[in-house]
C-alpha cells in the first residue's frame, strides 16, 4: 500500500546498532538522532524488533531504557535483514498460503500447509471482508466477503493486483498522505474511507488496517452503507426530535428519577419568565413537587404521584419563580428504562390568554344577560310608571322593580332641593344605609367630591366600579363593604333640563355599568324625570291654586335695533308642542307686528313668523319657538306661560306654577340665560271661580296632553274664529302632524268638552 516497504524501514533501524561497537546498547534518544525521527515512532520500531527477535532490551530507570543486537543477530554480519526479507516474501504467497517458515530451520510442511487451510477456510466464514497484501502493495489474500463488497465474483480477482483498484483517486492521494504514514509509526489505523465497487459506485466501509512483520498488511473491511444510512436516520431524527423540542410552542421539561427538572425548553422558558441575561433557570435541579408555586397551589402530591406510574393532568393558576403570573394546562408521563422508573416528560402550555378570553366571554354572557334583565325592567319601569298619579308613586315602583331583578341588590331615590340636599329614601330597610351613606369629605375641592356631589353638579350619570377596591375615598369604600355592594351608578332625574333629584343603584356585580349597560340604566334618569314631570303638569293644571310670577326682562334688544313705535305686542299663550318646540300666539297694534319682525330676525330660537291677518289697529300672528329658555324652563317646571306683552323693547310676562315649586331654584336657572331678569311680583292665587276649577280639572283629567296642546293651538290661532285665521292644515303643519291626525284630536277634545258641559245641564 506504499511506495517506500515497511521491511526498509526495519533494516534501517538495525543498522544503526551495526554502525558502532558490536553489542553496544543504545538509548532510545541516540536511535532517533542516527535516524532522524521522533522519539515515539523510533520507540514503536523498536519494540516490534524486538518482538521479532532482532533486538533485546532493557529498563535502566523509570523513564529510560535501552536496546542492544543480541549476539546470535550479529553472527549473520548484517545478512539477518536481508535473510528476514526473503523469509517474510515467502511467509504469504499470491495464492493466501504460507510457503514457509519465518526462520531458515526447516518444519513439517504437510502440518504447516494443514494449518494454513485451516486458516483460510476461518477466514471465508468471517462476515467482513479480509484482505491481505504484500509489502509491494499487491493482494496476496482475500476472502469471499471482501470480493463481494467490492462487487467482483471471487478473490481471484483481486489476487496479484493493487490495493489501489479499490479506490478513487482522491481516497488514495489521502491513503499516501495521511494514512500509511500513520500505520508505519503506529502499526495500525482504524477509520472510515469511501471504497469503489467494480461498477463504478462507491460506498462507505469501515477499514481497519495492521502491518504484518514482513512489511504486508491485513486489511478488515466492512460496508458500512446502511448503517450510516441508519445513523444519518437517527441524526436526523434526533436533530428533528430537538428541533421540535426547541422549537414545541408549549413548554417542555425533563425530570429525572427524584422528579428534578434537568431541562427545560425555549418555550418553558419564556413561561416561567426567565429573565433574558439568565443562561439557565433557577430551577434545574429542583424537586419540582417543592417549588413553592406548586406547593402554595396544592399541588404537590399530584406530581408526587407521577413516581407510582401515574401520567397526571393539570390546570391550575401559577405564579414561578420569576413573580410571572400564568394560568398553566397541561400533561406529564412517566419515563422507564429497564422497567425501573426514570423520570418523566412534563408538558405545559401557558392557556392565561385563553383563560382571560373565556372569562371576558363570561363577564360579557353576564352584563348581556344583565342587559336584558335590564331592558325588562327599564319597559316594566316605562309601563308603570304612567299609571303613578304621584311621585312618591312613580319613585317606589322605579326602587321595588330594580332591586327585585337578580342584578341589583339596593335602589334608592332622592329629591333634590335648592340647597343641593337629597330627602333619599330606599326601597327596602337596609339598617343604616341611608344614614351612613358618605357624601365627599372636601365638598368645596371639585377634586375631590363624591359620585352624588358631581351628579348633582353635571347631572350626568356617576359611576364606580370598584367600590371597595378603589373608591373616591375611604369612607365610601367602607360603606360598599358594610352593605355588600361593589359598583354603583348615581342617575340624574331629569327633564328638559330641570333635576328632580337622583336615582341611586347599587350591585354586587364587579363589572356592573359598562358602556352598554350604563346607557340603558341612565336612560332611567328621563324616564322617571318626564313621568314626574307629566305629574307635576297635571298637579298644576287640577290645582285650585297655583303660584304666580310677573316676570320682566327689560331689553330683549337694544333700542338700536328695534323700530321706533309705540305700539303694543300682546302674548296670548305659548303653547308646548314638544322637543322644546313652542308656539306663540299673540296681538300688535298699529305698526307693533315690525318688533315682531326684528325679534324673529335678531334672536335665536325665534324661527318662523306667520301673519293670520294685518289690519290698522289689529294683527293677529303664530311665532315658532325652539329651545327659548323662558319658555323651556316654565315648561320644564310644570309651568304654564298664561300672557305677556313686549312694548317698547320690554318684555313683561305673566306665568303660573305648582304649588310646592322651588321658585328660588328656577329663579336661578332663569338668571343664567337672562342675568337681568326681575320678578316684578309674586303670589299664591286661586284661579277662577270654583266652577271654572271643576272644568279646569275634569278637562286635565280627561284630555291627553297631545289633545291640550292640539286644542290650544286650534283655538289660540283662530282655527275657530268666524271667518277662520287658519285652517286645520296650517295647524298641523306648524304643529308637525298631518290634517287627519290634527282633525281626529280636535274632535274628540270638543266630545269631552261637550260631554262635560251637558252632564252638567
Known amino acids: 500500500m506504499g511506495a517506500e516497504p515497511l521491511d526498509d524501514i526495519y533494516a534501517q533501524t538495525l543498522a544503526v546498532f551495526t554502525d558502532g561497537e558490536q553489542f553496544e546498547p543504545l538509548t532510545t534518544p541516540e536511535v532517533a ?87 483460510s477456510e476461518a477466514m471465508q466464514s468471517i462476515i467482513d471482508g479480509v484482505a491481505i497484501i504484500d509489502a509491494s502493495g499487491a493482494y496476496v489474500y482475500v476472502n469471499q466477503s471482501y470480493a463481494d463488497i467490492y462487487g467482483y465474483d471471487g478473490p481471484e480477482a483481486f489476487l496479484g ?99 428534578r427538572i434537568t ?61 410571572k403570573e400564568a394560568y398553566f394546562t397541561g400533561r406529564a408521563v412517566p419515563v422507564y428504562r ?8 412534563l408538558m405545559a402550555t401557558d392557556i392565561s390568554e385563553r383563560r382571560q378570553y373565556e372569562r371576558e366571554l363570561e ?42 331583578s337578580d342584578s341589583y341588590r339596593i335602589a334608592w331615590t332622592g329629591a333634590a332641593d335648592g340647597d343641593d340636599q337629597l330627602d333619599m329614601r330606599v326601597a327596602a330597610d337596609i339598617d343604616g344605609f341611608l344614614d351612613a351613606f358618605p357624601l365627599s369629605p372636601a365638598p368645596e375641592a ?59 343603584i347599587c350591585t354586587d356585580r364587579s363589572d356592573a355599568f359598562a358602556e352598554a349597560e350604563r346607557e340603558v340604566v341612565g336612560q332611567l334618569g328621563d324616564i322617571v324625570g318626564h313621568a314626574i314631570a307629566a305629574v ?87 311665532q315658532q319657538l325652539s329651545d327659548t329658555p323662558v319658555a323651556t324652563i316654565v315648561a320644564d317646571y310644570g309651568g304654564n306661560f298664561t300672557g305677556g306683552a313686549i312694548e317698547a323693547g320690554s318684555f313683561t310676562g305673566t306665568v303660573q306654577l305648582p304649588v310646592g315649586t322651588d321658585i328660588r331654584w328656577l329663579l336661578d336657572v332663569l338668571k343664567n340665560e337672562y342675568p337681568d331678569i326681575q320678578v316684578v311680583r309674586q303670589q299664591q292665587v286661586r284661579r277662577g271661580t270654583a266652577e271654572s276649577g271643576d272644568i279646569t280639572s275634569t278637562l286635565a283629567e280627561n284630555l291627553t296632553d297631545r289633545q291640550r296642546v292640539v286644542t290650544e293651538a286650534a283655538y289660540f290661532g283662530g282655527y275657530f274664529d ?5 285652517s286645520g292644515e296650517d295647524i298641523a303643519e306648524s304643529l308637525g302632524i298631518r290634517a287627519a291626525t290634527f282633525h281626529q284630536h280636535v274632535r274628540k277634545a270638543e266630545r269631552k268638552l261637550f260631554e262635560l258641559v251637558f252632564t252638567e245641564l
Not at 338 to 345: H, N, S, V
Not at 363 to 390: H, M, P, W, Y
Not at 722 to 726: F, G, I, M, T, V
Open 722 to 726: 268666524s271667518p277662520r285665521l287658519q
Open 363 to 404: 363577564r360579557q354572557r353576564k352584563q348581556l344577560a344583565a342587559l336584558d334583565e335590564l331592558n325588562d325592567v327599564v319597559r316594566g319601569i316605562t309601563e308603570a310608571v304612567i299609571d303613578q298619579s304621584t311621585r312618591e308613586e312613580i319613585e317606589q315602583v322605579v326602587r321595588d322593580r330594580l332591586t327585585s
Open 536 to 622: 307635576d303638569r297635571k298637579r298644576a293644571l287640577m290645582s285650585d291654586e297655583v303660584i304666580e310670577l310677573e316676570l320682566r326682562i327689560p331689553e330683549l334688544l337694544s333700542s338700536s335695533e328695534l323700530p321706533a313705535t309705540d305700539g303694543t305686542v300682546t302674548i296670548d299663550r305659548v303653547t308646548p308642542v314638544g322637543d322644546e318646540t313652542f308656539l306663540m300666539y299673540g296681538q300688535a297694534t298699529d305698526d307693533a307686528i315690525e318688533v315682531v319682525r326684528r325679534l324673529n330676525e335678531r334672536l335665536p330660537g325665534w324661527d318662523q313668523l306667520d301673519v293670520f291677518t294685518e289690519q290698522p289697529n289689529e294683527t293677529r300672528f303664530e
Open 338 to 345: 429497564d422497567d425501573e422508573f426514570d423520570g418523566a416528560i
Open 263 to 323: 431541562y427545560e425548553n425555549p418555550r418553558a422558558e419564556e413561561i416561567i419568565g426567565l429573565p433574558e441575561d439568565r443562561e439557565s433557570s433557577d430551577a434545574i435541579g429542583a424537586d419540582i413537587s417543592e417549588l413553592p408555586p406548586i406547593v402554595e397551589t396544592g399541588q404537590s402530591e399530584l406530581f408526587k404521584s407521577i413516581k407510582d406510574g401515574c401520567a397526571i393532568e393539570f390546570d391550575f393558576p401559577f405564579e414561578s419563580i420569576y413573580g
Open 161 to 259: 493486483e493493487s490495493w489501489e483498484m479499490c479506490y478513487g483517486d482522491d481516497e488514495r492521494r489521502r491513503f499516501r498522505n495521511d494514512i500509511l504514514p500513520m500505520l508505519r509509526d503506529g502499526g495500525g489505523w482504524r477509520g472510515e474511507a469511501t471504497g469503489k465497487r467494480r461498477d463504478g459506485s462507491t460506498f462507505t466501509q469501515e477499514l481497519s488496517v495492521t502491518e504484518t512483520e514482513d512489511c504486508g498488511i491485513v486489511c478488515v473491511v466492512r460496508d458500512i452503507t446502511d448503517r450510516k444510512k441508519r445513523e444519518r436516520r437517527l441524526r436526523e431524527a434526533r436533530q428533528f426530535n430537538e428541533e421540535l423540542v426547541e422549537n414545541a410552542p408549549f413548554g417542555m421539561f425533563r425530570l429525572d428519577e427524584q422528579l
Open 33 to 119: 538522532g542516527a535516524l532522524n525521527c521522533k522519539r515515539r515512532t523510533v520507540y514503536q520500531r523498536l519494540e516490534r524488533l524486538v518482538e521479532r527477535g532482532k533486538l533485546e532490551t532493557k529498563k535502566t530507570g523509570s523513564n529510560s531504557r535501552v536496546w542492544w543486537r543480541p549476539p546470535s543477530e550479529t553472527a549473520s554480519s548484517g545478512a539477518g535483514t536481508q535473510s528476514h526479507r526473503g523469509t517474510t516474501q515467502s511467509a504469504v504467497s499470491r495464492d493466501g498460503r504460507t510457503a514457509g517458515p519465518e526462520t531458515a530451520e526447516p518444519t513439517d510442511s504437510t502440518a504447516l500447509e494443514a494449518g494454513v487451510k485451516r486458516w
Open 446 to 504: 371639585a377634586a375631590a367630591r363624591g359620585p352624588i356631589e358631581r351628579a348633582l353638579e353635571t347631572q350626568a350619570i356617576q359611576v364606580v366600579q370598584h367600590a371597595q377596591q378603589d373608591p373616591p375615598f375611604d369612607a365610601l369604600g367602607d360603606h360598599a363593604t358594610a352593605h355588600g355592594y361593589r359598583a354603583l351608578a348615581i342617575i340624574p332625574i331629569s327633564h328638559q333640563g330641570v333635576l328632580y333629584g337622583l336615582l341611586g
